[in-house]
């Protein structure tokens, strides 16, 4: 072949490379159009060979993955990305553009994967270590190891030194022998900047290859001794394409394995290396990935600082500084910030200036950068994060065609969501929803049931603007490895209701606690899985009814009769559910008066928790059960407020107890007020230890209670003069209750209070308003005041003198 000439000695040619470089990745392309070779030799699991005429779909565009999972168990899995500035993509798409084969080399899957199950006891520092989701360390020109940033390791260790465990980062060895302090900087300077020999499209690897060469004769293997085996496997493939197609044969790999695959070593030597490896059975296939996996410290290519500008290197036609520029002002122009032509031609001015000036053959990301920061920024580092996570990373989500292998739970989910018209996308959004609608009800009941198998692709969030059941708020955002968890879940069926059926019932019959199948019956309902629901029901009738601890009882009461405001709205029976809340709602009057006696602190901060919820869950259960005679529920919260009143009269339930029964009796109405400065009197009393007293007034009035002090001042005075009473010797064991309950206070009822204090609570017989009394404010209205804005509110209202006289009668 061609490859024979300008530099290049027989054999196969050997392109050494960084993976996910852009300069790398032109440089492939210029040596595979010179060297023509019949086949192309690329560093990867040789499973996915089947895969690789997927990459010239129209479908496909990167950045993707190859994903291999362990069939027998999903969640072992590894990734190998691929942008487009790739350079093993750039030499499968130009294999397939030229009809030549191209085939994957590195040692398979089936043992890779299987390495990773015998190391799970190892460190994260660990080579290949293949934990959760992380990726298979794989090594390369500018880091051989994955775990291990090239910033972290700028020098090189003593190779002399036994007791070192040598991971070499060739880039940072390299730049510190070039007299550069930062890896990144010297490769730009090198490589990205330099531009394809035009005389030779070899030079660079042949330099690069003498380069690692001198590296692995002072460092051997850097620590990793797998690479060994990994080599063994390559070069046995390099051997048998030769066999096939003589040296017209091209090798794609990291730069760091060139000089293991130009040594020569016998078969019997490499086959021997390969005996004996451990096993798992695989499945591989192409997933979306994203520019922001690309940029973490992990995985295929050791993760790089700034995908999103090497990918802006690898595509500029010309003039990669101006059109980057441009690109920065398009983004600041969309948030609203005032960039023109001018800033631009400035900023490209200083980028260059500052690349003379610290001797670079062109403006890398660091001048670029500086120049932003100085020109459009004016010198804040605010905007500029907004350009680092736009642009430097960018939130670029690939796309896999529809033919990819795919697990049966996978296609099932790519139709829902091109159904419901709910795109994956990798920047992160708010989708608001309207439950009232059928499309917006159909996204809530997918991302409900996919949080129930543990796909996490939308997360819950506080709705704005409204407090009702038809609507929800979700935060979106598609990573890469949810690919695997939906693959382990397909474990639990083929389709997603038929999945999250089977595994909320198994969740159902494995819950540790009560609340869990509370919490599983709540989602359930989310979700819309009425064939899981008996399951779970009867695990719930069965926990309840074996359960004796009326803490659990209360604290898996709420989740229950929260789920009953959903039949409304999703058309769910909730008849059965109702039943059980109302039993264990039952068993919890019963069993609460006994459970808060003889409780220390703690404890009963708890229980005044358990508290609170459950008189929620009851007014609400009272609502959904309808009318006494219509569900036989009706009274329940009668029999709620006489348990309320059995905890406030009794001595040996704790004060913040007593005091929250007595609050929560005042609220409903059935205690008048006067009875409550009745009961407060009477704990405020110089008979009851202080603290006991104080944990009474943070029942009754923290949680919100400040207003109740604001609109009754007899109330205010009985604290007020209490407080006043403690002797100096119990005041510090009272002010830390005190303090946190009028912390939580909002600073305008603080306010109010202090001036109240001030003036005197008390002063004035009866229930007084706010603001009687305070300087600043009448005791009565001013109606002079009040005339003064009628003609406002005439011109607001597009009203007539008389039809505004009859409004504000």
Known sequence: ?????????????????????????????????????????????????????????????????????????????????????????????????????????????????????????????????????????EPNAETPHAGTPSSESPSAPDPSDPDIDLRVDPLAVLAEAAGYDDPERWWEDVVEHRGVGERDAFAPFTALEEAMGALR??????????????????????????????????????????????????????????????????????????????????????????????GHLFSAPDRPVERWMTKVAGLFREEDRIVSPAHVIEAVRLAETLAVMRGRPLPGLGETTDAVRAVMCEGSDVPLSLVRDRLVVGDVLGEVPPGAPAVPLQRDLDRSQRKLRIKPEALERELELDLRKEIDAGRSTLLHRLRLLRIEWGEPAASRGSTGTFRETWRLRWEPELAVRVAEAGVWGT????????????????????????????????????????????????????????????????????????????????????????????????????????????????????????HGAVGLLGDAGGSGAESGHGDLRVRWRAVLRTLSARDTVPGVIRGRAVRLL????ELGANEAARLMGLVLSPGTPPADAAAWIEGFVGGGGGLLLVHDERLLGLVDEWLTRVPAEAFTDVLPLLRRTFSSYEPGVRRTLGELVRRGPGKQTGTTTAVAGIPGFGAEPDAGRADAVVPVLRLLLGLDDDELVGVAG
């Open 217 to 310: 004769e002072t460092y051997g293997v850097g620590g990793r001794d797998r690479d060994l085996v990994r080599e063994a496997y390559m070069r046995l493939q390099v051997r048998a394409a030769q066999r096939e197609f003589e040296d017209d044969v091209a090798v794609v790999c990291g730069a760091w394995h060139v000089p293991a695959l130009r040594q020569k070593a016998s078969v019997a030597a490499d086959r021997a290396l390969l005996k004996g490896l451990p096993k798992v059975k695989a499945d591989l296939t192409w997933v979306p990935w994203t520019h922001r996996r690309l940029s973490r410290a992990s995985g295929y290519g050791a993760g790089i600082d700034s995908p999103g500008w090497y």
């Open 495 to 614: 389709t997603v209701p038929a999945a999250a059926t089977a595994k909320a019932e198994a969740d159902a019959v494995g819950a540790e606690s009560l609340a869990d199948v509370t919490a599983l019956a709540e989602h359930c309902l989310l979700a819309e899985l009425p064939d899981a629901l008996p399951v779970v029901m009867k695990v719930l009738a069965d926990r309840a009814a074996l359960d004796t601890d009326v803490g659990h009882l209360a604290q898996a009461l709420p989740a229950l009769v929260r789920s009953l405001r959903y039949g409304d709205v999703r058309g769910t029976d909730t008849g059965a559910l109702t039943e059980v809340a109302a039993g264990l709602a039952e068993r919890v009057f019963v069993g609460l008066p006994p459970a808060c006696a003889a409780l220390d602190g703690d404890a009963a901060e708890e229980m005044r928790r358990h508290v609170d919820a459950v």
């Open 1 to 137: 072949m061609a490859g024979t000439e300008g530099g290049r000695g027989a054999g196969p040619l050997l392109l050494g490379v960084r993976h996910h470089g852009p300069g790398s990745a032109r440089a492939v392309r210029a040596a595979l159009a010179a060297a023509r070779p019949r086949v192309v030799l690329i560093e990867g699991p040789p499973e996915a060979d089947a895969l690789i005429p997927l990459a010239a779909d129209e479908g496909m565009r990167p950045p993707v993955a190859l994903l291999a999972h362990a069939v027998d168990e999903p969640g072992r899995s590894a990734f190998w990305p691929l942008a487009e500035f790739s350079p093993e993509w750039v030499a499968i798409r130009w294999a397939l553009e030229h009809e030549v084969p191209a085939r994957f080399i590195d040692l398979p899957a089936t043992h890779t994967l299987a390495w990773g199950k015998d190391d799970e006891a190892d460190n994260d520092d660990a080579e290949g270590e293949l934990t959760g989701e992380e990726q298979p360390s």
């Open 666 to 669: 005042l609220d409903e109405g």
